[in-house]
């Protein structure tokens, strides 16, 4: 099951990690990994293209 969106993830969080995790935490952190996730996103893409070159 994959979660589409932030409202969804606190939605179905059981209650003692909603307790835990606050929103505006879990946005902080979210926001400070963008740029690594950018990047990843880009060394796969060009993982992906070069295998699909090789077929």
């Known amino acids: ?18 307790d835990k995790i606050e929103r505006s935490v879990y946005n902080r952190k979210k926001r400070k990994l963008f740029p690594f996730r950018k990047s990843l996103r880009k060394e ?5 293209e070069s295998v699909s070159a090789l077929l």
């Open 1 to 18: 099951m994959s979660i589409d969106s932030e409202c969804q993830l606190f939605r179905i969080l059981p209650a003692d990690l909603s």
């Open 44 to 48: 796969i893409g060009i993982e992906v």
